[in-house]
């Protein structure tokens, strides 16, 4: 069974910086093709963050763009979010997906998310 476990989410001030990660089991990072990063927040749907492809290419959400960095350590079957310039509305929880574009990644399809809170 393919699950993960995300970690690093904390309270933050608007302003400061956090890194989140991922480590997953039941299969292997090499082997992966696109992965990602999702949110949800109490008032907002599960939207989809950050994308990297398999060689690293990324992608972003408009709203993170410019402030958010996805990468990839394949060896040590591990993918992180570095969260810069952090905005209140980026509070959320953030769910780590080994595969994209499955509908229940967040209400615990792979793991169980890390929450990231952005105080004033």
């Known amino acids: 069974e393919v699950r993960v476990v995300e970690s690093g989410g904390v309270s933050v001030q608007a302003g400061g910086s956090l890194r989140i990660s991922c480590t997953a089991s039941?299969?292997?990072?090499?082997?992966?093709?696109?992965m990602g990063w999702y949110r949800q927040s109490p008032a907002a749907s599960c939207e989809l963050v950050s994308t990297?492809?398999?060689?690293?290419?990324?992608a972003y959400d408009d709203s993170v763009q410019g402030r958010f960095t996805i990468s990839r350590d394949n060896a040590k079957n591990t993918m992180y979010l570095q969260m810069n310039n952090l905005k209140l509305e980026d509070t959320a929880v953030y769910y780590c997906?080994?595969?994209?574009?499955?509908?229940?990644?967040?209400?615990?399809?792979w793991g169980q998310g890390t929450q990231v809170t952005v105080s004033s």
């Open positions: 997906a080994p595969e994209l574009n499955i509908p229940t990644t967040c209400r615990g399809e």
């Open positions: 039941g299969f292997t990072f090499d082997d992966a093709s696109d």
């Open positions: 990297i492809s398999s060689d690293g290419t990324p």
